[in-house]
């Protein structure tokens, strides 16, 4: 990537700086990398909100655009964008009740959940942050474990067999969870859409692909409600990635064929992804594959925090797709 710094091009004397630091002592090369994120925009947990806001002010790249709208974008919207539970109703409002998996539960507390009428597989997960998921599967390792809350596992997934857990080991995880702020880790920036989530749990379906196991994704990045790259991103039965595709707006039906969607169907999900983007400047999209059709799985409105790769095209480099990325984002002067 171009080397900037608070969002201009830096002397050509600090890139050099900048690339001779892998010979430093540990310690120096850390405490000279929190500094360069802190110029940069990157907005570490420690800086001070003034720090973020000056130091965003002029944005070039991606990661300082996303920390732009970070420290500036305060519009409610956002916040029910990013609530696993109140985006069920925004989704339902705007492109209908076929795109939205099926709920069994929301509830307050572990206890509140109607153990006794749930099936045997389900997702159980807070609403207040990314990950902070438990997905119970057939087809998961019957080996593996939940870990002890106590533990502090922090913010995962984790895919687990029926007969590998239970109610009780489930609930004190999800109540783990409900007492942590997402976002407030020294490997995190703050994300101030979850900060006014009220902690819930939610108890949904399990989405199945086109086999056993869990579906792949088609992640939209979407501007001023307009999609401008495609992702399709293949998924492990332990929901890791295994595999990524990037495709630019232009390459709609290579992307669409990655996909195995047809044209109606691919046409629908496109026509919903800007809809649901329309209200804000920038908006990741995200859809599973299922077996039966697309279906939501979660609106994202600070991809990565800003700490994206840009691998995965074909042909582009990653300074190419960069480029493309940045040029369709169009930060607003102010938000309002």
Same mark, same amino acid.
């Given at each position: 990537?171009?080397?900037?710094?608070?969002?201009?091009?830096?002397?050509?004397?600090?890139?050099?700086?900048?690339?001779?630091?892998?010979?430093?002592?540990?310690?120096?090369?850390?405490?000279?990398?929190?500094?360069?994120?802190?110029?940069?925009?990157?907005?570490?947990?420690?800086?001070?909100?003034?720090?973020?806001?000056?130091? %965003?002010?002029?944005?070039?790249?991606?990661?300082?655009?996303?920390?732009?709208?970070? %420290?500036?974008?305060?519009?409610?919207?956002?916040?029910?964008?990013?609530?696993?539970?109140?985006?069920?109703?925004?989704?339902?409002?705007? @492109?209908?009740?076929r795109w939205i998996k099926q709920a069994y539960a929301v509830a307050d507390r572990a206890s509140q959940i &109607?153990? !006794?009428?749930?099936?045997?597989?389900?997702?159980?997960?807070?609403?207040?942050?990314?990950?902070?998921?438990?997905?119970?599967?057939?087809?998961?390792?019957?080996?593996?474990?939940?870990?002890?809350?106590?533990?502090?596992?922090?913010?995962?997934?984790?895919?687990?067999?029926?007969?590998?857990?239970? &109610? !009780?080991?489930?609930?004190?995880?999800?109540?783990?969870?409900?007492? #942590?702020?997402?976002?407030?880790?020294?490997?995190?920036?703050?994300?101030?859409?979850?900060?006014?989530?009220?902690?819930?749990i939610l108890v949904e379906e399990l989405i199945r692909g086109s086999g056993p196991g869990l579906p792949n994704?088609?992640?939209?990045?979407?501007?001023?409600?307009?999609?401008?790259?495609? #992702?399709?991103?293949?998924?492990?039965?332990?929901?890791?990635? @295994?595999?990524?595709?990037?495709?630019?707006?232009?390459?709609?039906?290579?992307?669409?064929?990655?996909?195995?969607?047809?044209?109606?169907?691919?046409?629908?999900?496109?026509?919903?992804?800007?809809?649901? %983007?329309?209200?804000?400047?920038? #908006?990741?999209?995200?859809? #599973?594959?299922?077996?039966?059709?697309?279906?939501?799985?979660?609106?994202?409105?600070?991809?990565?925090?800003g700490r994206l790769e840009f691998n995965g095209h074909g042909s582009l480099s990653p300074q190419q797709v960069?480029?493309?990325?940045? %040029?369709?984002?169009?930060?607003?002067?102010?938000?309002?």
């Open positions: 990537m171009t080397t900037t710094l608070a969002g201009r091009l830096a002397p050509r004397w600090l890139w050099g700086l900048r690339r001779s630091a892998g010979q430093w002592p540990a310690p120096v090369r850390r405490a000279a990398y929190y500094l360069w994120l802190v110029a940069d925009g990157d907005r570490p947990r420690f800086a001070s909100d003034l720090s973020r806001r000056l130091l %965003s002010r002029n944005p070039v790249t991606y990661r300082q655009k996303m920390m732009y709208k970070l %420290s500036r974008d305060r519009r409610p919207i956002l916040t029910t964008m990013a609530d696993k539970v109140t985006v069920r109703d925004y989704v339902r409002e705007r @492109v209908g009740e &109607p153990w !006794e009428t749930l099936p045997k597989e389900a997702v159980f997960k807070v609403n207040h942050g990314s990950s902070g998921a438990v997905i119970v599967a057939q087809h998961a390792d019957p080996r593996t474990d939940l870990p002890d809350p106590k533990s502090k596992p922090g913010w995962t997934r984790f895919v687990v067999h029926p007969d590998s857990v239970t &109610p !009780e080991q489930i609930g004190a995880l999800l109540e783990y969870w409900l007492g #942590l702020r997402y976002g407030y880790c020294d490997t995190q920036s703050p994300e101030w859409a979850y900060t006014g989530i009220r902690p819930q994704e088609l992640w939209m990045h979407c501007f001023d409600g307009e999609v401008a790259q495609y #992702l399709v991103v293949g998924r492990a039965d332990t929901f890791d990635e @295994v595999g990524l595709r990037r495709f630019m707006d232009d390459e709609s039906e290579q992307a669409r064929n990655a996909a195995g969607l047809d044209d109606d169907v691919w046409d629908a999900v496109i026509d919903a992804s800007r809809r649901l %983007s329309a209200e804000t400047d920038s #908006l990741r999209v995200d859809w #599973l594959l299922s077996d039966r059709g697309p279906l939501l799985a979660e609106l994202t409105n600070y991809p990565g925090a960069h480029e493309h990325m940045t %040029s369709r984002w169009h930060v607003p002067a102010r938000y309002v």
